[in-house]
């Protein structure tokens, strides 16, 4: 049973009879071990699995942890724990609330945000600043949402940022219209699902008689109210304050440090046993996170006590003679590939790394880069095929009708309403037998000088305009030509999708829809302009060879793509499997290249730290910007308790492009790889001069 192979500490954390429990379980210390153990016991006392709410920072976690208490006791026991992310266990229970419900991905609202925000217009104000652009302003309003649980947004902008006082009230009415779409259309996003599950919690009894929570410390104040909200018998967080990393996206490490204060009967565990990582590697990793705060008291022990290697420090006079010598090493070990990782701060380190290994042939995946399925190409089809399934989904409109030349958010938004006012609630009417009567489709302009608002949408224009496009005769006669800022190829671009979707009618084959979209003229003018744009040089040229290489590429997918397709014989399956699935679909193998985010959770044997310069590890900028070295701190010490067996940190004196000098990083210097001269004690009365400002 789970509950006999866990350590003393484990044990005693799993079987608590308080009714709020806090574990630290610190890296490598098993608080996977100790979760499901906590399980076993629960459901050994009596509580129902579907009483269990786990909530982890990822489904796959949650699916790992499921799988073992499975092993113990039966899967169709297991499969009624109710387990997952924040996120997706709000999603099933809003979903049993409401079926209309439709989860949109944060690309697809940003663009429905942008809609809203090119109409505004901020230049009446004669502000000395720029005002932020649209998609800020929308990264800026879901971390309003994640984070400020009191103050309007506007407000919130006037604190937060009193030199946008002038925008705010623009930002806040932007912010009001976009809500107000979402309503209409039933879109939800992710901060959405939160927020309405809180509210449906108020009213509702979920039946939870304990609340698990995994990664505790990366919870965020949002996510904090929801587990209020929820108010079970019991709760029991996991969770090390040491590995709170996600302060950028809300995270709040005051959460996990006032659990003592806001529950006085709690108990808290601590987990002090590694089990990951060797003497000398968790011996560095703790002399460097020891110069943070300690929140809770801890000591770890390790447990592995046979001989093992220290961490060896590579120095490089040049940046890239650092990432040539590492892939240099990499070709050399015995470890296996896939368990070896490099682990970057910096996107820019892992462009290097990466070009580095091509060139020796050394295969390698990026946690982080672009998968098949979210290369623009793919999308593309994607989405036609999503409109063909679901014409009310006018994201998906917009996304193609960005692609159209002279063609914003904004003005692909006011076509596809048009197109739906001509066919009376259905785009495809309104495109094949629009209702002529209507000879103004369009919407009226709302006007506010105050707001941004302005009517530029002055006059219908000219069909004639469109009398040498070659379009067919019924098209020609659509009021939807009519508008003033369509032009002949944003004009050609719409016939185009006049013809495709006439020819997919009827189409019941999943494989012949794709390759009759990738066929069509619409497709292979968007794949024109998005390998025109990837082989665009500095001068504003296109290099041909480039862009037929892209082209290649595109061709590829296409043809993978359709391969996809063959085992499906129903629209729906098809693209749930596609879009929803799809990240069972892109594994790679060879080296890991993780940034230091993505690489929490994980384990390797070989593990090479780079970039370790002051600026880059820990990254100033990100300081200036809202960070601090605490987190850069808890940055460096998540990357190297990854390792278990073998660890480098390296870093380079000189980038010969930039023709910049750096200095060791501070934690090399607190680690006592590097002696601290004058440099270390320079940073330091530096930082501290940062927190008194």
Same mark, same amino acid.
């Given at each position: 049973?789970?509950?006999?192979?866990?350590?003393?500490?484990?044990?005693?954390?799993?079987?608590?009879?308080?009714?709020?429990?806090?574990?630290?379980?610190?890296?490598?210390?098993?608080?996977?071990?100790?979760?499901?153990?906590?399980?076993?016991?629960?459901?050994?006392?009596?509580?129902?699995?579907?009483?269990?709410?786990?909530?982890?920072?990822?489904?796959?976690?949650?699916?790992?942890? @499921?799988?073992?208490?499975?092993?113990?006791?039966?899967?169709?026991?297991?499969?009624?724990?109710?387990?997952?992310?924040?996120?997706?266990?709000?999603?099933?229970?809003?979903?049993?609330?409401?079926?209309?419900?439709?989860?949109?991905?944060?690309?697809?609202?940003?663009?429905?945000?942008?809609?809203?925000?090119?109409?505004?217009?901020?230049?009446?104000?004669?502000?000395?600043?720029?005002?932020?652009?649209?998609?800020?302003?929308?990264?800026?309003?879901?971390?309003?949402?994640? $984070?400020?649980?009191?103050?309007?947004?506007?407000?919130?902008?006037?604190?937060?940022?009193?030199?946008?006082?002038?925008?705010?009230?623009?930002?806040?009415?932007? @912010?009001?219209?976009?809500?107000?779409?979402?309503?209409?259309?039933?879109?939800?996003?992710?901060?959405?699902?939160?927020?309405?599950?809180?509210?449906?919690?108020?009213?509702?009894?979920?039946?939870?008689?304990?609340?698990?929570?995994?990664?505790?410390?990366?919870?965020?104040?949002?996510?904090? $109210?929801?587990?209020?909200?929820?108010?079970?018998?019991?709760?029991?967080?996991?969770?090390?304050?040491?590995?709170?990393?996600?302060?950028?996206?809300?995270?709040?490490?005051?959460?996990?440090?006032?659990?003592?204060?806001?529950?006085?009967?709690?108990? @808290?565990?601590?987990?002090?046993?590694?089990?990951?990582?060797?003497?000398?590697?968790?011996?560095?990793?703790?002399?460097? &996170?020891?110069?943070?705060?300690?929140?809770?008291?801890?000591?770890?022990?390790?447990?592995?006590?046979?001989?093992?290697?220290?961490?060896?420090?590579?120095?490089?006079?040049?940046?890239?003679?650092?990432?040539?010598?590492?892939?240099?090493?990499?070709?050399? $070990?015995? !470890?296996?590939?896939?368990?070896?990782?490099?682990?970057?701060?910096?996107?820019?380190?892992?462009?290097?790394?990466?070009?580095?290994?091509?060139?020796?042939? &050394?295969?390698?995946?990026?946690?982080?880069?672009?998968?098949?399925?979210?290369?623009?190409?793919?999308?593309?089809?994607?989405?036609?095929?999503?409109?063909?399934?679901?014409?009310?989904?006018?994201?998906?409109?917009?996304?193609?009708?960005?692609?159209?030349?002279?063609?914003?958010?904004?003005?692909?938004?006011?076509?596809?309403?048009?197109?739906?006012?001509?066919?009376?609630?259905?785009?495809?009417?309104?495109?094949?037998?629009?209702?002529?009567?209507?000879?103004?489709?369009?919407?009226?302009?709302?006007?506010?000088?105050?707001?941004?608002?302005?009517?530029?949408?002055?006059?219908?224009?000219?069909?004639?305009?469109?009398?040498?496009?070659?379009?067919?005769?019924?098209?020609?006669?659509?009021?939807?030509?009519?508008?003033?800022?369509?032009?002949?190829?944003?004009?050609?671009?719409?016939?185009?999708?006049?013809?495709?979707?006439?020819?997919?009618?009827?189409?019941?084959?999943?494989? !012949?829809?794709?390759?009759?979209?990738?066929?069509?003229?619409?497709?292979?003018?968007?794949?024109?302009?998005?390998?025109?744009?990837?082989?665009?040089?500095?001068?504003?040229?296109?290099?041909?060879?480039?862009?037929?290489?892209?082209?290649?590429?595109?061709?590829?997918?296409?043809?993978?793509?359709?391969?996809?397709? @063959?085992?499906?014989?129903?629209?729906?399956?098809?693209?749930?499997?596609?879009?929803?699935?799809?990240?069972?679909? !892109?594994?790679?193998?060879?080296?890991?290249?993780?940034?230091?985010?993505?690489?929490?959770?994980?384990?390797?044997?070989?593990?090479?730290?780079?970039?370790?310069?002051?600026?880059?590890?820990?990254?100033?900028?990100?300081?200036?910007?809202?960070?601090?070295?605490?987190?850069?701190?808890?940055?460096?010490?998540?990357?190297?308790?990854?390792?278990?067996?073998?660890?480098?940190?390296?870093?380079?004196?000189?980038?010969?492009?930039?023709?910049?000098?750096?200095?060791?990083?501070?934690?090399?210097?607190?680690?006592?790889?590097?002696?601290?001269?004058?440099?270390?004690?320079?940073?330091?009365?530096?930082?501290?001069?940062?927190?008194?400002?």
């Amino acid at each position: 049973m789970p509950l006999s192979r866990l350590n003393q500490e484990q044990y005693l954390a799993a079987t608590s009879k308080s009714a709020q429990n806090l574990i630290i379980a610190s890296a490598g210390t098993g608080k996977t071990s100790t979760i499901v153990g906590r399980i076993a016991y629960l459901l050994g006392s009596g509580v129902k699995p579907s009483e269990i709410l786990l909530l982890t920072f990822t489904n796959k976690a949650a699916a790992e942890m @499921v799988q073992r208490v499975a092993e113990y006791f039966g899967k169709e026991i297991a499969s009624k724990i109710d387990a997952g992310t924040f996120h997706a266990v709000s999603y099933r229970w809003l979903k049993k609330d409401d079926k209309k419900v439709v989860l949109k991905q944060q690309r697809e609202l940003k663009t429905l945000f942008r809609s809203v925000y090119e109409k505004r217009s901020f230049g009446h104000l004669g502000a000395e600043i720029s005002p932020y652009g649209g998609n800020y302003l929308y990264d800026m309003y879901s971390l309003y949402q994640n $984070t400020e649980l009191n103050a309007y947004f506007e407000e919130w902008v006037k604190s937060k940022f009193p030199e946008h006082e002038l925008f705010a009230m623009i930002y806040a009415d932007i @912010v009001d219209e976009f809500e107000e779409l979402k309503k209409e259309y039933g879109f939800v996003n992710f901060n959405d699902l939160l927020l309405n599950f809180r509210r449906l919690c108020a009213t509702k009894e979920l039946g939870y008689k304990e609340v698990l929570v995994d990664e505790y410390q990366d919870t965020n104040a949002l996510q904090g $109210t929801l587990i209020d909200a929820m108010n079970p018998p019991s709760l029991f967080c996991v969770g090390d304050y040491d590995q709170s990393i996600y302060a950028f996206n809300g995270a709040d490490i005051s959460i996990i440090g006032s659990f003592s204060k806001k529950y006085p009967n709690a108990t @808290v565990h601590t987990l002090t046993k590694n089990y990951r990582s060797t003497v000398p590697i968790l011996s560095l990793a703790s002399k460097v &996170i020891e110069y943070n705060e300690r929140i809770y008291p801890k000591k770890l022990e390790v447990t592995r006590v046979q001989h093992a290697e220290p961490p060896k420090l590579l120095a490089y006079d040049e940046l890239f003679d650092q990432y040539h010598d590492i892939a240099h090493k990499i070709s050399k $070990t015995l !470890t296996v590939r896939d368990e070896i990782a490099v682990i970057f701060r910096n996107n820019s380190s892992a462009d290097g790394i990466e070009v580095a290994l091509r060139e020796l042939g &050394i295969n390698c995946r990026r946690k982080g880069g672009t998968s098949f399925f979210d290369a623009r190409e793919v999308k593309a089809v994607l989405d036609f095929y999503t409109l063909l399934v679901n014409e009310s989904d006018m994201m998906a409109f917009i996304h193609l009708f960005e692609f159209a030349k002279g063609v914003g958010s904004a003005m692909a938004k006011e076509i596809y309403i048009a197109l739906k006012r001509l066919g009376h609630g259905s785009i495809f009417y309104g495109l094949y037998a629009p209702d002529v009567s209507i000879t103004n489709p369009f919407e009226k302009r709302k006007l506010n000088h105050q707001l941004g608002l302005f009517d530029d949408f002055l006059e219908l224009g000219s069909v004639a305009k469109f009398a040498k496009c070659n379009f067919e005769e019924k098209f020609m006669k659509n009021p939807i030509l009519k508008h003033p800022k369509l032009t002949k190829e944003s004009a050609t671009f719409l016939h185009d999708f006049y013809l495709l979707f006439r020819d997919l009618k009827g189409v019941k084959q999943p494989r !012949t829809i794709v390759k009759k979209i990738a066929d069509s003229a619409i497709y292979t003018y968007i794949a024109e302009q998005l390998s025109s744009k990837r082989a665009l040089l500095k001068d504003g040229t296109v290099d041909e060879r480039q862009k037929a290489e892209s082209l290649v590429r595109i061709k590829r997918k296409m043809i993978l793509l359709e391969e996809l397709s @063959v085992p499906y014989n129903e629209h729906e399956r098809f693209l749930n499997a596609m879009i929803l699935g799809s990240s069972d679909l !892109t594994q790679g193998e060879g080296v890991n290249l993780l940034s230091v985010h993505a690489s929490k959770g994980l384990e390797y044997k070989e593990v090479y730290i780079v970039d370790l310069m002051d600026g880059r590890f820990p990254n100033r900028k990100l300081m200036q910007r809202g960070g601090s070295l605490d987190e850069e701190r808890r940055l460096f010490y998540v990357a190297v308790t990854r390792a278990k067996d073998i660890l480098y940190l390296s870093y380079a004196k000189f980038d010969k492009i930039k023709k910049m000098n750096f200095l060791p990083s501070q934690f090399l210097y607190e680690a006592g790889l590097v002696p601290k001269d004058e440099s270390y004690r320079a940073m330091v009365l530096k930082d501290g001069a940062d927190e008194d400002e």
